[in-house]
C-alpha cells in the first residue's frame, strides 16, 4: 500500500468515526448497467461469469487536485499508445457518448514532464482498465475541477472530496464476490437522469426502478465480464429504489449503489464529467 492510499484510508476511518455522514434515505443492489440509450428500456440480466483478473498496482491521485479533464474539440478523437501519430490508435471516441454526453477524459496526473502537443489521458471503457494513451492536444480543450470521488470497498464507503476536503460520506453496495467492483483509477463519464428530470441538462432514460432517482456511469469495465445484455459490462455510480438496510452489502454485478439523495447530489457537481473516481480494495 503506498503512503496516499494509508493516508486515504485512515482519512476514511476519521471520518466514519466522526459521524460525517449524509442521511441514508434508501439502499439497493443493481447488476452492472446496460443502458439501451436515451428514452428506451434499460434491460438487467443476470450472469454467471466468474472470470478471475491478475492483482495490479492501484494509480493514486494527489489529494488536493486541482484536476484536469480534457474534452474533445472533433468528431473522432484518437488515442495513441505514444505521443505521436506514426503508430495506430489505441481508441478512437466519437464525439459524443452512447448516451449523448460530450466526450470527456480525466488527464493522467502520474506523467510529470508531459511532451509538447500531447495530452496524456486513461482510456475510458478498455481493458485492462487504468491503460493510459494520449491525445493531440489540439483535439481537446482542457478545464479543471477540485472534486474527486474516494470509494473504498471493505469499508462500504463513497467519500466526495471537494480540494481534498470530505463534503460527504456514504455507505454503498458494491459488487457480489462473483462479480466484484473493480479497482483503480477512474473517471465520470455519462450521467443519466432516470425515469424523471432529477438534474436538468442530461439525458433522460426509461431506466428499471432498480437504478434508483439517477445513474452516472465510469470509465470502468468490470474485471471479470466481458459483456453484459450484448453490450460492454460498464460500471456505474446511481441510486437504489431498496431499504438502507441494504446498504453495506456485496450484492451487485460490480456496480456501486448509494442512497438516491447522494447520487443525485453527485450529478449536481460542476463540471461532473471527467471527476476522477479512485476505488481501492
Known amino acids: 500500500m503506498t503512503a496516499d492510499e494509508d493516508r486515504r484510508r485512515r482519512r476514511r476511518r476519521r471520518l466514519i468515526a466522526a459521524g460525517t455522514t449524509v442521511a441514508l434515505l434508501t439502499g439497493g443492489v443493481v447488476a452492472a448497467w446496460a443502458f439501451s440509450g436515451p428514452g428506451r428500456t434499460t434491460r438487467v440480466v443476470a450472469t454467471t461469469t466468474t472470470t478471475t483478473t491478475a492483482s495490479r498496482t492501484l494509480p493514486t491521485l494527489p489529494d488536493n487536485g486541482p484536476f484536469t479533464i480534457a474534452t474533445t474539440k472533433v468528431d473522432q478523437l484518437k488515442i495513441y499508445g505514444q505521443p505521436s501519430t506514426a503508430g495506430s490508435a489505441i481508441a478512437t471516441l466519437p464525439a459524443k457518448t452512447s448516451y449523448g454526453d460530450v466526450t470527456t477524459l480525466l488527464t493522467d496526473p502520474h506523467v510529470p514532464n508531459p511532451v509538447s502537443g500531447w ?40 467519500v466526495l ?8 460520506t456514504t455507505q454503498i453496495i458494491i459488487g457480489a464476490p462473483k462479480s466484484p467492483t473493480p479497482t483503480g483509477g477512474f473517471f465520470l463519464t455519462d450521467p443519466i ?16 426502478p432498480v437504478y434508483g ?8 469495465l468490470s474485471d471479470v465480464l466481458n459483456s453484459f445484455d450484448g453490450t460492454i459490462p460498464q460500471i456505474a455510480l446511481h441510486g437504489t429504489d431498496l431499504p438502507a438496510s441494504q446498504l453495506g452489502t456485496d450484492q451487485s454485478n460490480g456496480c456501486v449503489r448509494m442512497p438516491n439523495d447522494v447520487i443525485t447530489l453527485i450529478a449536481r457537481l460542476t463540471p461532473l464529467l471527467g471527476t476522477p473516481v479512485t476505488i481501492t480494495p
Open 193 to 208: 437522469n432516470c425515469n424523471t428530470i432529477s438534474v436538468p441538462g442530461y439525458p433522460l432514460g426509461q431506466c428499471s
Open 161 to 168: 472530496l471537494n480540494a481534498g476536503q470530505p463534503v460527504l
Open 213 to 220: 432517482a439517477f445513474a452516472i456511469g465510469t470509465s470502468g
Open 119 to 158: 495530452v496524456p489521458v486513461t482510456v475510458p471503457l478498455h481493458k485492462p482498465n487504468d491503460t493510459t494513451g494520449w491525445v493531440q492536444a489540439s483535439d481537446v480543450t482542457l478545464s479543471q475541477t477540485s472534486y474527486a470521488i474516494d470509494i473504498s470497498l471493505s469499508q462500504h464507503t463513497l
